[in-house]
């Protein structure tokens, strides 16, 4: 079982910056494809940015590309994604995922693929 708790979240200007963070319990994190997904109410959860287990790999959604950066460090258990040049259309919660299979594939893109999540931290941009 692993638990993912996620921080960072607030309220922040457009054109402001934030960083998220992703802290995951467990001895084999570094195996895990560990992936960022956003909700904002009545709509389905958007995949935002994912990174691989063993070559930490990684893949955004086409359209946050150059603004949203994902990165790791597997020594403290931890998943970061930076935000910049904020819009208000990124307003959502934000929820970190982990990818149990991520040894064997690189990471995935859909939410059904991910088995554990965290709770989700609230970013709102203001315009």
């Known amino acids: 079982q692993v638990q993912l708790v996620e921080s960072g979240g607030g309220l922040v200007q457009a054109g402001g910056s934030l960083r998220l963070s992703c802290a995951a319990s467990g001895r084999t994190f570094s195996t895990y494809a560990m992936g960022w997904f956003r909700q904002t109410p009545g709509k389905e959860r958007e995949f935002v940015a994912a990174?691989?287990?063993?070559?930490?790999?990684?893949v955004y959604t086409d359209s946050l590309k150059g603004r949203f950066t994902v990165s790791r460090d597997n020594a403290k258990n931890m998943v970061y994604l930076q935000m910049n040049s904020l819009i208000p259309g990124d307003t959502a919660v934000y929820y970190c995922?982990?990818?149990?299979?991520?040894?064997?594939?690189?990471?995935?893109?859909?939410?059904?693929?991910?088995?554990?999540w965290g709770q989700g931290t609230q970013v709102t941009v203001s315009s």
């Open positions: 995922a982990a990818d149990r299979r991520g040894f064997v594939r690189g990471p995935k893109t859909t939410a059904f693929e991910y088995d554990y």
């Open positions: 990174i691989g287990g063993i070559d930490s790999s990684t």
